[in-house]
């Protein structure tokens, strides 16, 4: 059984930072394992935020670029997304996602490519 639990949601004014974490479970990953970062906000669908595939290669979205980093601390088994410069159209529910398949590319940037989500944490953005 794998969980994933976000936490470090918030309210924060616009131009502000956030950093997010997702706690994984499951202590063993294949090595080649893809994570991810999603949002969604009401109304719309899940969309990718950034996502790292299995070469370790880092995805971004386009709306995130030079904004958001990702980093992990693979001892602790977490994943943190870390937010600058936010604005209100960040504003959402913020999901963590692994998958052990081998993924390249922007795939790790499409919520399919993943079987295991965290509940999500709310990120909300004042103008």
């Known amino acids: 059984q794998v969980h994933l639990v976000e936490s470090g949601g918030g309210s924060v004014q616009a131009g502000g930072s956030l950093t997010l974490s997702c706690v994984v479970s499951?202590?063993?990953?294949?090595?080649?394992?893809?994570i991810g970062w999603f949002r969604q906000a009401p109304g719309k669908e899940r969309e990718g935020v950034l996502g790292?595939?299995?070469?370790?290669?880092?995805l971004y979205a386009d709306f995130v670029k030079g904004r958001f980093t990702i980093s992990q601390d693979n001892a602790k088994n977490i994943l943190y997304l870390q937010m600058s410069s936010l604005k209100p159209e960040d504003s959402a529910m913020y999901y963590c996602?692994?998958?052990?398949?081998?993924?390249?590319?922007?795939?790790?940037?499409?919520?399919?490519?993943?079987?295991?989500w965290g509940r999500g944490t709310q990120v909300t953005v004042s103008s």
């Open positions: 790292i595939d299995s070469y370790g290669r880092t």
């Open positions: 996602a692994r998958d052990p398949v081998r993924r390249y590319g922007s795939s790790v940037l499409n919520p399919s490519s993943y079987r295991y």
């Open positions: 499951r202590a063993t990953w294949p090595s080649d394992y893809i």
